[in-house]
């Protein structure tokens, strides 16, 4: 309760204004990192069914963009042990701490965390699977970070997706609609804090890749008063 009400009043004070984008992002969640897993496990839905729906092979490599603390990684469960190599790249060092906490607690010895910015950083080979996990709607010029995932994906490679999300005025066929006052409310409620739903996400990743999985949801927000924000989540393959 007490370090859910200290995490509600760094989101009420909202994302800093000063410094670039990494040291804002340290600003913000530095108070708030060590509980930061907690309050979002109650906020970040559908993260498991993603990783759960991500086909990594044996043997694989995988990457996750904006990887924060680390604990989407948990999701993959015994498969983890059978990966070659998993890279957590996150611009924000106070989260990278924790997940470098992590991947010593549960001895992860097959898992590196790569202090980054996710629309420049690469791996030295093509890797099977890409993650984005809540990420995009924190980074301005997010497109170029769709773009450097795929860059980085092999092709036939899969790329999980999954985000707060607004539908457009007229959506595609097949995809949810949201009314008047959610495609503002949203927008406006989550801005304070460095986070910008877009219409155009999820349009653009459809334009990019193969969907396999495609979910338009919606989740508690704590503390809300019941109020449900709306998500996508995407699962595609890299054609080629």
């Not at 340290?26 to 759960?52: C, I, K, N, S, W």
């Not at 549960?106 to 809540?134: I, Q």
């Not at 997010?142 to 790329?159: E, H, K, Q, T």
Request: charged fraction near 20%; aromatic fraction near 8%; hydrophobic fraction near 45%.
């Amino acid at each position: 309760m007490i370090a859910d009400l200290a995490t509600i009043r760094r989101l009420i004070r909202g994302q800093p204004r000063a410094g670039d984008l990494a040291e804002r992002l340290d600003a913000f969640y530095r108070p708030q990192a060590a509980h930061y897993d907690r309050f979002r496990d109650a906020m970040l839905h559908g993260r498991e069914e993603l990783v759960t729906a991500l086909a990594v092979p044996p043997g694989g490599t995988l990457v996750e963009l904006g990887g924060g603390t680390g604990r989407n990684i948990e999701f993959l469960g015994p498969r983890l042990a059978g990966l070659a190599q998993v890279t957590i790249v996150d611009l924000c060092p106070a989260l990278l701490t924790q997940a470098r906490e992590r991947c010593r607690r549960l001895a992860w010895t097959n898992v590196a965390c790569v202090e980054a910015d996710a629309c420049r950083w690469r791996p030295e080979r093509p890797v099977d699977a890409v993650l984005l996990s809540y990420c995009l709607t924190m980074i301005p010029d997010w497109f170029l970070a769709v773009d450097n995932a795929l860059s980085m994906l092999r092709p036939g490679g899969v790329i999980g997706v999954i985000d707060f999300h607004v539908a457009r005025r007229v959506p595609a066929a097949g995809h949810a609609s949201h009314g008047a006052l959610t495609r503002w409310f949203w927008p406006w409620w989550f801005a304070h804090s460095g986070v910008h739903p877009s219409t155009d996400h999820l349009p653009y990743l459809l334009s990019r890749v193969r969907p396999q999985r495609v979910v338009e949801a919606r989740g508690r927000v704590p503390w809300m008063l019941g109020l449900k924000a709306p998500y996508f989540s995407l699962v595609g393959t890299k054609d080629g």
